[in-house]
């Protein structure tokens, strides 16, 4: 029998086969399984795949199986966009958590939403938030590093290979990073970057270089604008940390506080000794301004209000972060268990060593505050910043 005449014999026998009973379709079944050789099994689908509608017919969508899709109307695909972009494209385990929050200020920015929107967005797990958002993930580039051994004092500050107590606010650690473009030579700018193990809140100062006072007044700024008071200072080996400054700032013989601060360091060319700033300064400096050079002095002081004020309201308020519980080895595997989603500003309420009048004052911030409008304003500022590197801005973040 040949093809042709074996797809006619197909499509007369799948029309007598749909409508045909049990027992007839038994027998059909024996017949097409004698004629063509196949087994029972593949004679049922390949009956079954045949099309015998009318072109009409089969214009029309097939329904297929299962529970209908409920997520995606275009006015919850549209809104759930905008949120993640506005939050720097958060994780869907993340987003789940700060949605609720972030759908407050949503119609002031945007257009209403119907209750029904709102409440599919409140209630949508993190699986779906990914897999609604899948086709407009985007990718990064990755930079060079400009860690320099600083050997003057190494025996001085002592090595810390055990992570401080994370159950009390205030033990920070400390990386910088450099805005150098393609090249490490010449001038050009450097972010500091500080950041507390237990609530995850994080501080960035810019500096001209790395030299040993403009790291000091970095520090120092950053200081007396935490909600909390240093307890350890935690650094790499880099010269901009193991000097005499920051050591003498650091053992100040008049404020007894300082006497009982632990400065220590991390062991050179361990990366994972300083693991909770390390990823700050992917999420926190790489995506808000890239890898470009910064080598003009003119974008210093815009650049540090950026960081003092928006850029710190906008992560340690509105975007949450995990915190690692427990590591379990299984054979070859590690098992790894973290905490459910929070801001740093929803851990530092939680804490019995904040004061309450400290948290009565990040209450009365976060009332004031809107992350549409400070992501508007981070925008705002960043075009100016970006004005005098000749780099252009997107809605959404920069053009890298």
């Known amino acids: 029998m040949g093809r042709i005449t074996m797809e006619l014999y197909l499509r007369n026998l799948s029309k007598r086969y749909k409508k045909a009973s049990k027992k007839e379709k038994g027998l059909m079944l024996d017949e097409y399984c004698a004629t063509s050789g196949h087994s029972r099994k593949h004679a049922i689908k390949t009956i079954n795949k045949v099309k015998t509608r009318s072109r009409a017919m089969t214009t029309k969508t097939k329904e297929t199986r299962g529970r ?31 949605i609720p929050s972030w759908l407050e200020h949503y119609e002031k920015h945007y257009a209403r939403l119907s209750l ?16 609604i958002l899948s086709p407009i993930k985007a990718k990064h580039l990755k930079g060079r590093r400009g860690t320099k051994p600083g050997s003057l004092l190494k025996t001085q500050i002592p090595i810390a290979t055990e992570q401080w107590d994370s159950s009390v606010p205030g033990f920070v650690e400390a990386d910088t990073v450099a805005h150098c473009g393609s090249s490490l030579s010449g001038d050009f700018i450097w972010s500091l970057t500080l950041t507390d193990i237990y609530s995850g809140w994080t501080e960035m ?24 008071s240093l307890r350890g200072f935690d650094c ?6 193991l000097n005499y400054h920051l050591l003498r700032y650091f053992a100040d013989p008049e404020d007894s506080q300082r006497l009982r601060l632990q400065f220590t360091r991390s062991r050179p060319y361990k990366k994972n000794d300083n693991a909770h700033v390390e990823q700050k300064n992917w999420t926190h400096v790489r995506q808000l301004l890239g890898y470009h050079r910064f080598e003009k002095q003119a974008i210093l002081p815009l650049l540090n209000k950026l960081y003092a004020n928006e850029v710190s ?5 509105f975007c949450p972060c995990v915190k690692l519980l427990k590591k379990e080895r299984i054979g070859s595997k590690i098992k790894k268990t973290h905490s459910k989603p929070m801001t740093p500003y929803q ?40 004005k005098l590197v000749d780099v252009k801005v997107t809605s959404s973040r920069v053009a890298i």
């Open 68 to 98: 209908k899709p409920v997520y995606y109307s275009k006015e919850l695909v549209e809104s759930l966009k905008n949120i993640w972009l506005s939050c720097d494209q958060m994780c869907g385990k993340r987003l789940v958590v700060v």
């Open 347 to 386: 851990r530092l309420l939680l804490s019995s060593d904040i004061s309450e009048k400290q948290k009565e004052s990040l209450r009365e911030r976060y009332k004031t505050l809107d992350p549409f409008a400070l992501k508007k304003s981070i925008e705002k500022k960043l075009k100016a910043i970006f």
């Open 236 to 241: 790499d080996n880099g010269s901009e940390f």
């Open 116 to 131: 029904e929107t709102i409440t599919q967005l409140s209630n949508m797990s993190s699986a779906t938030i990914d897999r």
């Open 313 to 317: 309201w906008f992560n340690n308020f």
């Open 205 to 228: 100062r810019a500096t001209w270089g790395k030299g040993a006072t403009g790291t000091v007044d970095a520090i120092r700024d950053i200081e007396t604008n935490l909600p909390f």
